[in-house]
Nanobody, 125 residues
Framework: VQLQASGGGSVQAGGSLRLSCAAS????????IGWFRQVPGKEREFVAA????????YYADFVEGRFTISRGNAKNTVYLQMSSLRPEDTAVYYCAGSGSLITSAIRDSRLYHNWGQGTLVTVSS
């Protein structure tokens, strides 16, 4: 499975962006797609994830209802709708996939095997 992330850009605080993750290749019904972000000098952190078949979603605590992850009607695309963006949301955002993850492992980036290239999100104050 190959993943391609897109949709990053520059916005002012309070603005919105929608990131897309297009998956090509076979995905199993148990596939999980997650979004992670990273700033220089810090570890990659979990943002959100969705189970491909059930569409059950998971979020990091810092999201606080501002982001929504969803599976689009377009084939094999996952979106991350980000609203009420804050300067601290500035990071490179990555989408990643894993064949099967138990809930307690959803937030562990080490368990995702397929990674897309990052897309930069810059939020100015």
């Amino acid at each position: 499975v190959q993943l391609q992330a897109s949709g990053g850009g520059s916005v002012q605080a309070g603005g919105s962006l929608r990131l897309s993750c297009a998956a090509s290749g076979a995905t199993s019904s148990r596939y999980v797609i997650g979004w992670f972000r990273q700033v220089p000098g810090k570890e990659r952190e979990f943002v959100a994830a969705i189970r491909w078949n059930s569409q059950i979603t998971y979020y990091a605590d810092f999201v606080e209802g501002r982001f929504t992850i969803s599976r689009g009607n377009a084939k094999n695309t996952v979106y991350l709708q980000m609203s009420s963006l804050r300067p601290e949301d500035t990071a490179v955002y990555y989408c990643a996939g894993s064949g099967s993850l138990i809930t307690s492992a959803i937030r562990d980036s080490r368990l995702y095997h397929n990674w897309g290239q990052g897309t930069l999100v810059t939020v100015s104050s």
